[in-house]
């Protein structure tokens, strides 16, 4: 059975229990706007209406979700924020520190969260020792996706290193493709540049840059070489990819025009939607020279103080409802990611699933597993728009040097911290 008609069987049978007798709203922030994001959210929209709560959308557009995270912003000034808000990483503290997000430690305490996840994903959730937010999945960032049949008909290989990258995307230019399918956002520059540290700098340098903010690694030859093969990289981007939106990017490969993409697994989603199946129509391969580690990227739903007791209740549902099996199960398989839960069952997820599963858990157990620094688990939204800042006045520029651009990337982090 296909995943949105088990939902609807779910959803027919929730909705033959008795409503509760508190039933309420929630207003849910968020930023999946793409054809296959939406059908993400819609499961959890569903889940929560079967429970006999009234679901408000809340979806301000634009991916990478700086502009949801604005609208946030003067929501919560004038008093009035939504009861959730999907907020990521170490901006939860901050959200926290304002004294505005709700305790979720009743419904964590009886659903057993401490159980079910990760140290290092439950520590990010709570404030002050006290869930304030509730995890939905677990992103990969450092992700290349393949369209095999344009690959095939540019005589291109898959690759595996850098150099294989460069090879596969002259071929593919040779043969008149687009040989990377890019959108130039700051937020989508961030991501390949962010890719790029991983391959290039390892692990440890990755962590060194963005966790630790080192300035010798910032500033040292390696951040250099990352420079310079993003200016290399520019040379095989069309001409359109200003302003792109990344589903837009996403579908020149699932039409056969471009090659590659470097984007997180929510390209999945597009694909997904496009009623294509991985390992066959496309392909996930680790970013060249990644292979083994594991950039995350974990969306997560912030909870506000509410003051009326049922939309309180719908609140609890809502965070209840999301790290169920079903519920983790359903949206993840639209999504592109894969479960928080680290004892879902994934045999009715597809290959690109099962791996990224099999390579999270694989790089937990040393340090191959990494916060992505371009979605918000590094470091705080500060460091990150000044990263974006940097590399993307770089990215733009034909005549940008490298050294220079290390130095101010530098500069840029240390004007914030
Ligand atoms: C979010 C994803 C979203 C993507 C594109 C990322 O930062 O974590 O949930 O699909 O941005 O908007």
Known sequence: MKAISRLTAAISIASLLPLSALAGQVEVLHWWTSGGEKRAADTLQKLVEAKGHTWKDFAVAGGGGEAAMTVLKTRAVSGNPPAAAQIKGPDIQEWGELGLLADLDDVAKAAEWDKLLPKQVADIMKYDGSYVAVPINVHRVNWLWINPEVFKKAGATPPTTLEEFFAAADKLKAAGFIPLAHGGQPWQDGTVFEDLVFAILGADGYHKAFVEQDKATLTGDKMVEVFATLKKLHGYIDADAAGRDWNSATALLINGKAGMQIMGDWAKSEWSAANKVAGQ????????????????????????????????????????????????????????????????????????AQQSMRDFKEAAKGNGLQPSLAHGMAASSYVQGAVFDVVTNFFNDPDADPKKAAQQLAAAIQAVQ
């Open 281 to 352: 129509d496309y392909q996930c391969l680790p970013f060249p020279g990644t292979q083994g580690s594991f950039a995350y990227n974990i969306d997560s739903l912030a909870m506000f103080k509410l003051a009326d007791a049922e939309n309180r209740k719908a609140q609890e549902d809502l965070a209840r409802t999301v790290l169920e099996p079903e519920f983790q199960q359903f949206f993840n398989q639209n999504k592109g990611s894969i479960p928080v839960r680290q004892d879902q069952d994934m045999s009715q997820f597809d290959s690109c």
